[in-house]
């Protein structure tokens, strides 16, 4: 047998046993993808991903869209290769998505309380834009003992307290400071634009004397009517809040935002609708362009890597805020070109 038939025996053999070592050989490592990318103004399972009720919506003619990441775990060898080679992939340490520390199940849950968070900041950032007056709005409330467990729900806004208006924060720890644990007081709330009241009786207080409702509570603002986020089980995480917020104020806002416009990005939220970074952008703007955007927003801290790789035809504005995305994309309809990365 001569060298050159032993060289190709050996490689064959070589091909075989990685072949079906590499199907079975697990590696630390996980793959990461372009993900779905949703329009914020239109519907998932026939449900409007922003719904409005106590109003009617603006109509709307062009495309937010917000961008994921997907992740597939459990990989083998030949997997792990694949997706080295793969130009629209990228492969990380397992550890970089789920920390040895946690369960999935545990990130699968902070991811979703983030989402939820992103959500809320959303609305908040969005009516704050509106100028939109506050209140004080439940924000949780304090588990099954509280006493107002099954009388006020979350983002209830208190308007009176044994007859006591609840104009701030102040106002209210004062009001409750002032009555005994085991009072019944009696709460005014506005719920879905609809004022109506409820009897609790007031829990001790755990940081000070009096009595407490049980609840958390923060200064928010608040609308004539209602706003609800929904998009599915399969997204989580924080980086939606900047395209939601965006979303909603083309649907009540004085302005057409997009202007026919196909415009996709991402960017976490806060409720003074400062834009904060993401991670993955490579992949998100690979699956914006892969379904038509024109324009992607990207946060002022991912300019760099979102500049040094993105694909052809896409035009990248950089946001610090909610509203100088606001600023930007006027000056797209009046055919300008916003600051870029």
């Not at 004062?174 to 005994?180: C, D, G, H, P, S």
């Not at 409702?213 to 603002?221: A, D, K, S, W, Y």
């Not at 929904?230 to 989580?236: A, F, R, T």
């Not at 996709?264 to 690979?286: H, Q, S, Y």
């Amino acid at each position: 047998m001569n060298r050159r038939l032993l060289t190709m025996l050996v490689g064959g053999i070589l091909l075989l046993v990685l072949g079906v070592f590499g199907t079975q050989l697990p590696v630390p490592y996980a793959q990461l993808s372009p993900g779905p990318t949703l329009d914020t103004l239109g519907a998932v399972d026939s449900q409007d991903i922003i719904s409005v009720s106590g109003r009617t919506p603006n109509k709307t003619a062009g495309h937010l869209n917000l961008t994921t990441v997907s992740v597939t775990d459990n990989l083998n060898l030949l997997d792990a290769l694949r997706g080295w080679i793969d130009d629209d992939t990228s492969v990380v340490p397992r550890a970089e998505i789920f920390p040895p520390d946690k369960t999935p199940e545990q990130v699968d849950q902070e991811n979703t309380q983030a989402f939820t968070d992103s959500e809320n900041a959303a609305v908040v950032a969005a009516l704050h834009e509106l100028n939109m007056p506050d209140r004080v709005v439940v924000t949780s409330i304090a588990g099954d003992n509280s006493p107002s467990k099954g009388k006020l729900r979350i983002r209830d806004a208190l308007v009176s307290v044994d007859g006591v208006q609840v104009k701030d924060l102040d106002g209210l720890t004062a009001l409750l400071t002032a009555r005994e644990p085991g009072k019944k007081v009696r709460v005014v709330y506005l719920r879905e634009n609809k004022e109506t009241s409820t009897e609790v009786t007031l829990t001790k207080a755990a940081n000070r004397g009096g009595g407490a409702l049980g609840i958390t509570v923060e200064v928010r603002p608040v609308a004539p009517y209602d706003i609800d986020i929904k998009v599915g089980e399969d997204i989580g995480g924080p980086s939606a809040g900047l395209m939601f917020a965006l979303g909603i104020l083309e649907k009540v806002g004085p302005v057409e935002l997009t202007a026919g416009r196909y415009i996709a990005g991402t960017g976490t939220i806060d409720n003074d609708g400062t834009v904060g970074p993401i991670g993955g952008i490579p992949l998100k703007m690979i699956a914006a362009r892969h379904v038509g955007a024109e324009v992607f927003l990207v946060p002022a801290d991912n300019c760099q890597e979102a500049k040094g790789d993105h694909p052809d035809g896409l035009m990248l504005v950089k946001v610090t805020s909610l509203h100088q995305a606001l600023e930007a994309l006027a000056t797209l309809r009046r055919g300008g070109f916003p600051e870029g990365c």
